[in-house]
């Protein structure tokens, strides 16, 4: 008896809605993503055993380079632009509304706020050239305190976190520290590498 064929169907599979799905997804990642910005230094941060992440907004970062050097960076344009205003105001130093647009565009910076007009006037693959000193924060000339102030005036939600690179000399983040205390700031955060856990 012979053995009966069944007849083979041909399966079809409308993968129309699937590639409409997988391409708005990649244009939805694609808009929103926000890329790191550069930083004006690599930062070793040490290790600790700590798991509390920060927020991704209102954030107000103290960074802290190996030789000593500060840069300050706050979340926010419009948050930045009113911090610069303020900042000019205290120092006597009057912005144009070109140097408040560059200086909101900005994430990170490090100088003395008299070289800031000068600085912002450059084109921006010009400023990537330029070594910055540092804020000063000393007992003479303490500029960070004004930052930190205002800053938290333009945003009173914001938190504040160090950034200190792992060789950097303890009196640096100490004087840091105390400019803090003496904002009346006592919750800061450490920005730190999670430690790996040994087996």
Known sequence: MPKVKIARKSIHIDMTAMTDVAFL???FFMLTTKFKPDEPFIVDMPSSISEIMLPDADIMQIA???EGE???TMDGQEVRANLLRKMGEQYQIKFTEKQITQFALLESFGLP???LPQFLDLKAEQRVSVKQTGIPCDTVK???RDWIWFGRLSNPKVR???KGDRETHYPVVKRIMDTLQERKVNRFNFITNLESGSN
């Open 70 to 72: 500060i840069f300050f």
């Open 160 to 162: 504040i976190a160090i």
């Open 142 to 144: 303490n500029e960070l």
């Open 64 to 66: 802290v380079e190996k």
């Open 113 to 115: 706020i008299a070289q």
């Open 25 to 27: 997804l990649l244009t």
